[in-house]
């Protein structure tokens, strides 16, 4: 456990060179639209909390809830207006760290996990998401953890995976509706698991971490 939380540090550490870039200005091709409109859905959240459901989430890019503008919005509500991407910035930590898990599991290699979670730094769509209002960032955070979740299920049967599986992935949606496809390769996990073939269910949940990642860095 301690070696985890230290290789969970170290995996952190480049997000350190993205804090900077937070509050700096972006090129009109980063999809500034998007940080406007994502500025505006938390203030909206912060301002009319209940009221803004009706008039903002229909219309915001058909998404349900996005949970990302609802994390952004008591940042946004202390004056810190870079509370959007500060939230892509946390998210994109926490995908590295679950990858290293799930690599470090599946393998049973600090190596291979430390490999897995720090490559995900070198992507350059990942360093861009990091300083700027991308939703997407949450939502590979998110379904990233319900591969995780569901691997630890199928290969443990731990008390809080499940539980955790499905809450990963009800704030998954509630951040993109689409993000119930992750479903899919889930599914595959489990039927995989079904079989009792230990390789078999490694292979389903590489697959499913894979899926979880690449389907937004298209």
């Known amino acids: 456990m301690r070696s985890k939380i230290r290789d969970s540090l170290l995996i952190s550490t480049p997000a350190i ?38 008039y903002l989430t229909p219309a915001e890019s058909y998404a349900s809830l996005h949970f990302h503008s609802i994390l952004s919005a008591p940042l946004i509500a202390v004056g810190y207006h870079e509370g959007g991407r500060f939230i892509s910035l946390i998210a994109v930590v926490a995908t590295a760290i679950i990858l290293y898990l799930l690599a470090h599991d599946l393998t049973n290699s600090q190596f291979v996990g430390i490999v897995a979670g720090g490559t995900l730094w070198s992507i350059p769509f990942m360093q861009r998401f990091a300083y700027t209002f991308q939703p997407e960032t949450l939502s590979i955070a998110l379904t990233t953890g319900v591969v995780y979740a569901s691997y630890r299920q199928v290969r443990d049967e731990p008390t809080w995976a499940w539980p955790a599986s499905l809450l990963l992935l009800i ?38 971490g894979l899926s979880s990642v690449s389907k937004r860095l298209y």
Not at 24 to 47: C, D, N, T
Not at 177 to 197: F, G, M, N, T
């Open 17 to 54: 060179w993205f804090i900077p870039l937070l509050d700096s200005l972006i090129p009109i091709y980063f999809h500034r639209p998007r940080e406007i409109a994502g500025y505006f859905a938390s203030l909206a959240f912060v301002r009319e909390p209940i009221q803004s459901f009706f």
């Open 171 to 208: 704030l998954a949606i509630a951040t993109h509706r689409w993000e119930a496809l992750i479903i899919a390769p889930v599914i595959v996990l489990y039927l995989k698991a079904r079989d009792s073939v230990p390789h078999k269910a490694s292979s389903a949940s590489c697959f499913c």
